[in-house]
């Protein structure tokens, strides 16, 4: 599959979960799963300070789905930071961010480009993420920091992040990479059995 299959793909998958299906987490500290610490690792390589999900001042209310009539173990994030309404669903091949369009105005070259310098951390990573934004945002629109590189076959999350905005939001991706792995993991494994024990609401 090329990058907006991929991408997709995995949102068809997040859209197909109902969302009382989703189990909170009263303490994401005290999630028993390898989840929590990858969590706290690749939010904070991706999401600058003030956007990260796990940023005390942000009070993110958590919550996950284990694998079962959709094929995804994922943690979900909702949090408001600096009056942006953030939903960002994290696998462990992926971590994407939606966000509403400010003000429910279509989205502008201008307001993407305000999103990615307020929230990502894009000058923490050597060559610092660059984007290239065509004059005008429509629906469907896919600007990539490195539409060249291949998301199979990166070494590393900032090789490539994406940005697509669908349903009048924009969701930002990044690849989970993971070192000596080529492709990406089974989406459906990365819970350990505590978690899929719990009963769900």
Do not use: C
């Amino acid at each position: 599959m090329n990058a907006i299959e991929i991408i997709q793909h995995w949102i068809d998958q997040i859209k197909r979960i109902p969302s009382g299906e989703f189990i909170a987490i009263t303490d994401f500290s005290t999630l028993p799963s390898r989840a929590r610490t990858e969590s706290l690792y690749w939010s904070q390589q991706l999401f600058s300070e003030r956007a990260n999900p796990h940023a005390a001042a942000n009070q993110a209310v958590h919550s996950y789905y284990p694998a079962g009539r959709v094929n995804l173990d994922v943690l979900r994030h909702q949090y408001v930071a600096d009056g942006n309404s953030i939903t960002a669903y994290e696998g462990i091949n992926f971590l994407i961010a939606r966000i509403p369009a400010p003000g429910g105005k279509p989205w502008s070259r201008e307001a993407l480009a305000a999103v990615v310098q307020w929230g990502l951390n894009i000058s923490g990573v050597s060559p610092p993420l660059v984007f290239r934004y065509p004059d005008k945002i429509a629906e469907g629109t896919l600007v990539s920091s490195d539409p060249a590189v291949d998301p199979s076959m990166m070494q590393s999350w900032s090789n490539r992040v994406d940005l697509l905005v669908q349903d009048g939001s924009l969701y930002i991706i990044a690849y989970k990479r993971y070192p000596g792995a080529l492709g990406f993991l089974h989406d459906g494994q990365w819970f350990e059995d505590p978690l899929r024990s719990k009963t769900r609401p």
